[in-house]
């Protein structure tokens, strides 16, 4: 059974920062590629960040370019968002998601696993 477990949300004020992980259980293939998404109330899930395998290709929404990095660390099993400049618009659950094949991806169909989630809230 494949599961993600995201943690790292909090509370955080106006251009802090937070540091999101996902841990990812034993897959039975071994390469993946992996995403994070995220949903604030009342609207739709929405792409944010991907990472190929090799974390040699990474792309990221226009929303959130020059402020996050997307990163992961494979002997770990572990997939990362670093999270600067947070602001209000920012505030959402954020999903870490991952797909059966090495390629970063940037729609939600891609990918076969999601995670429960975590919480960001950002004040003003």
């Known amino acids: 059974q494949v599961q993600l477990v995201e943690s790292g949300g909090g509370l955080v004020q106006t251009g802090g920062s937070l540091r999101l992980s996902c841990a990812a259980s034993v897959f039975t293939f071994t390469t993946y590629g992996a995403g994070w998404f995220r949903q604030a109330p009342g609207k739709e899930r929405e792409f944010v960040a991907t990472i190929s395998w090799s974390a040699g290709i990474t792309y990221y929404a226009d929303s959130v370019k020059g402020r996050f990095t997307i990163s992961r660390d494979n002997a770990k099993n572990m997939v990362y968002l670093q999270m600067n400049s947070l602001n209000p618009e920012d505030t959402a659950v954020y999903f870490c998601?991952?797909?059966?094949?090495?390629?970063?991806?940037?729609?939600?169909?891609?990918?076969?696993?999601w995670g429960q989630g975590t919480q960001v809230t950002v004040s003003s």
């Open positions: 998601a991952a797909r059966t094949i090495p390629n970063a991806g940037k729609f939600q169909y891609e990918y076969n696993y």
